[in-house]
C-alpha cells in the first residue's frame, strides 16, 4: 500500500516524503486533510530527488502567499476589489455558529434594531480577533448603535471593512504576480509550469532580486519576514541563474563586471576589434580567419562556453571586381550580465566613425596620471592602471593590427579615424600620424550559409606604432595571437 501525507487542501502544495504541513488550529473546521501519492506514476521517474523537491519554488510561493495574507490592509489598497470577498456568510460564522445568522437578522420585521447583548458579543469577538485593527469595525458599530446608519446600511458597511483586516481572504495567483513581478499572469504561469512539466523550476536571481524591491515597497518595514524567505531559498539553491532564461552553456558570465586584470582588459580590446554587441537581444558574437581559430577556443574556455559553440563559415568578398573567399570561424551568444558590462564599460561599435575609445581606458589611463602626482613618481607610465590600458591596446592590435618584421613596422587599422587619434593622444604615440589609406571603396560581401550579403564604403585610416613601443606593450599578456609579436 502506498504511503500518503497530509498537506493543506487549499495549498495543493505537493510536499516532499518528510514534510508534514499542519493547518492552522484558529482555522478550526474551514481547513480539511488532503493527501498526494508518492508512488504515484507521477513521481515513479528514478530521477526524480525528493530533496530538491522540497526546497523548490513552488513552496517559496506558498510561503510568501500564506505571510500576504496577514497584511489584508497592504493588499486592500493595491487590489480595492478584493475586499468585496467577506461575505455574509463570514461575518455570520464569526458573530456566531450559524452561516446563516446574518440573513436570518436581515429578515426580521421592519424597524428591527439589533440587540445590545448581540453588539456587545460582535464587539468582544472583534477584538479578540483583529485586536487593534478591530477599530474600524468598532466605530461602525457605535455609529449602528446612535441611528447614524440603517441596518442594512451597517451590514454593507461592516463587511467592507472586515473585507481590509480579514486574514480569510486567500491571496490569488493573479494577486501574487502584480505583488512579486508586477504581472498578472506569472505566477499562475510558473504554479502550472512547475506543476505540470518542470518540478525542479528555480527563479533566477534577477527574478528574486525583484521580488525584494516590490516587497519592500509595499510593506516596509514589515518585509523582512518576507526578504527572510527569499534569502533561505537562496541559500538552498545555490546555483541559481543569474537571470530568466539565461543559458547553462556559459560559466563565467560576470567576466568583464570588473576589468582588473591584463586578461580581462586584453579581451575586451580584442573585442573591439573583431566582436560585437546588440544591447538589446544582449547577444555577443565574435568572428576571425580561420588560421586564428586557437584565440577563439581560448577565448571558450576563459567564458566556460563549450567548444563546439565555435562554427565555421566561408566569406566571399568582390573587391575591385575580382571574387575572393575567406575561410571564417565565428563565435555568437546571449548573456545578459556581460552585454551589461560590456555596455556599462563603453563596449559601443567603434567602427562608427563619431566615437573614441571606450570610457574604461580613458579612466584607467587618468587613473594613472592622479597616481603619479600623488606619489610624486617621475611617470605615470609604470603604474598599473598605464598597464592596464595597454592590455586593452594590445587586445586591440591583435584584431585590427599588423606586423611586419623585416621592417620594424606595426600599424592599427580601423575605419573610424577619430579613435586612432585618440589612440595616438592617450598613449602619447609621438611621431607618428593617423594617416588616409584610402577614402572609401566599395566591398560586396556574400556569406554562403545565408542569404545576405551587404555593401560597405568606408574610408580606412591607419596608425603606425613606435617599434620600442610596441614591443613594451606585447611582452604585457602572453595568450595573444603570436604571429602578431615581434
Known sequence: ??????????????????????????????????????????????????EKFSNSSLELIEDLREKLRIYPEELALIFPNRVKKYTYKDLSLLWSESKYFIKNLKRRRDGYKIETELLDLLKKKLTIRFQENSNGCLKIIQQYYDNKITLNQFFDIIISELGKISEKIEVTDEEMGVILQGTKTYIHDKIFLIRHNYPYFKFSLERLNYMEKHLKLILGEKSKEFLDLIQKYKDLNPNLKIYPKQQ??????????????????????????????????????????????????????????????????????????????????????????????????????????????????????????????????????????????????????????????????????????????????????ENYSVRTNHKGQKVEFIDVNSENSFIISKPQYSLQLDWKFFKYFTRIYKKGINRKRP
Not at 500500500?1 to 504541513?21: G, T
Not at 555577443?284 to 580567419?289: M, N
Not at 562556453?305 to 575580382?322: A, M, P, Q, S, V
Not at 559601443?348 to 587618468?366: A, C, H
Open 1 to 50: 500500500m502506498a504511503k500518503k501525507y497530509n498537506i493543506k487542501k487549499e495549498r495543493k502544495l505537493e510536499c516532499s516524503i518528510d514534510e508534514y504541513c499542519y493547518g492552522d488550529i484558529n482555522k478550526g473546521s474551514q481547513w480539511t486533510e488532503s493527501y498526494i501519492d508518492l508512488s504515484s506514476k507521477k513521481y515513479e521517474d528514478k530521477d526524480f530527488d525528493q
Open 248 to 429: 547553462y552553456t556559459i560559466k563565467n558570465p560576470k567576466f568583464f563586471e570588473e576589468i582588473n586584470s591584463y586578461e580581462k582588459s586584453y579581451w575586451f580590446g580584442f573585442l573591439h576589434a573583431d566582436g560585437w554587441l546588440n544591447i538589446k537581444t544582449y547577444r555577443i558574437g565574435l568572428e576571425l580567419s580561420v588560421k586564428d581559430k586557437e584565440q577563439l577556443i581560448t577565448f571558450t574556455k576563459i567564458l566556460g562556453l563549450k567548444k563546439n559553440r565555435i562554427k565555421e563559415r566561408t566569406r566571399i568578398i568582390k573587391y575591385k571586381g575580382k571574387l575572393k573567399s575567406f575561410k571564417m570561424v565565428y563565435l555568437k551568444f546571449v548573456c545578459k550580465p556581460m552585454a551589461l558590462d560590456l555596455y556599462n564599460h563603453g563596449f559601443l561599435d567603434l567602427k562608427e566613425n563619431s566615437i573614441g575609445i571606450p570610457n574604461f581606458v580613458k579612466f584607467t589611463i587618468q587613473d594613472a596620471k592622479n597616481k603619479q602626482i600623488l606619489s610624486g613618481s617621475t611617470t605615470w607610465k609604470r603604474n598599473f592602471e598605464y598597464k592596464l590600458a595597454l592590455a586593452w591596446l594590445l587586445g586591440f592590435f591583435d584584431g585590427d593590427g599588423t606586423i611586419n618584421e623585416d621592417t620594424k613596422l606595426a600599424r592599427i587599422y580601423s575605419n573610424n579615424k577619430i579613435l586612432l587619434e585618440d589612440i595616438k593622444n592617450y598613449f602619447d604615440i
